[in-house]
C-alpha cells in the first residue's frame, strides 16, 4: 500500500476512533474499543472502505502508534486523544524531569497567560523530546515549543499518565511551570 492511501485511512481512522464514529454509525465501548468487522463494514458503505490487511499495516506501521489491536485483534482503538467521553486507563507515572509541548506561535499569548488546558480532549498532551514537539506545533502553523518543568510539578503533587504509544498527559499545567525555548 502506498503512503498517501496509509494517510488516508490513518485521518479516517482518527476521526472515527477519536472523534466522531457517529459518521458511519459506529458504536464505541466504554473504554474506546470498536469491532474490527463493524469498522470495515460500515467504512465501506460510507465509501471509505479498506481491508483487514490495510487496516493491519496502518496500524503496524503508523509512526505514532496512534491505534492499537486488542490481542485477538477483533477490536481496535485510537490510543490517546479522543475527544468523545471513554474510559482509557492510563499508566500513572513519574515523568522525565522536562517534557515539551509544541503549539503554533500565535498561541504563545494565550498559553503563557492561562497555561495548557485540555479543552475538548481528555488530557494535555506533552512530548519527551523538543522534536517531537516542533513538529506537532508545525501542523498547526508556525511552530513555537514550551519547555515544562515536569520535576517542580510532580513535586506538587501533579499526576502524570503515559499513553500506549508513549505521549505524555497531565490534566493541565499552570503557566509557571512553563518557559518558551
Known amino acids: 500500500m502506498n503512503e498517501r492511501r496509509k494517510t488516508r485511512i490513518s485521518k479516517f481512522l482518527s476521526l ?14 466504554e473504554n474506546g474499543w470498536a469491532n474490527v468487522a463493524e469498522l470495515l463494514e460500515k467504512s465501506a458503505k460510507a465509501g471509505d ?7 493491519t499495516e496502518v496500524v503496524a506501521t503508523n509512526d505514532k502508534n496512534r491505534f492499537s489491536f486488542d ?3 477483533t477490536k481496535i482503538r485510537a490510543s490517546q486523544g479522543h475527544s468523545i467521553a471513554i474510559k482509557i486507563e492510563f499508566e500513572r507515572r513519574i515523568p522525565p524531569p ?26 494535555v498532551h506533552l512530548s519527551s523530546d523538543a522534536e517531537t514537539a516542533r513538529k506537532v506545533g508545525a501542523r498547526h502553523g508556525k511552530p ?11 513535586a506538587r503533587g501533579c499526576r502524570f499518565y503515559i499513553s500506549a504509544n508513549g505521549v505524555w498527559l497531565v490534566d493541565e499545567v499552570s503557566p509557571e511551570f512553563l518557559k518558551v525555548l
Open 16 to 29: 472515527i476512533l477519536r472523534h466522531k464514529p457517529e459518521t458511519i454509525n459506529l458504536v464505541l465501548d
Open 49 to 55: 472502505g479498506f481491508s483487514l490487511e490495510e487496516l
Open 71 to 73: 490481542a485477538p485483534k
Open 98 to 123: 522536562i517534557l515539551y509541548h509544541g503549539t503554533a506561535e500565535r498561541n504563545l499569548d494565550s498559553i503563557l497567560e492561562t497555561g495548557l488546558e485540555k479543552r475538548g480532549q481528555h488530557h
Open 144 to 154: 513555537a515549543i514550551l519547555q515544562i518543568d515536569a520535576a517542580r510539578m510532580t
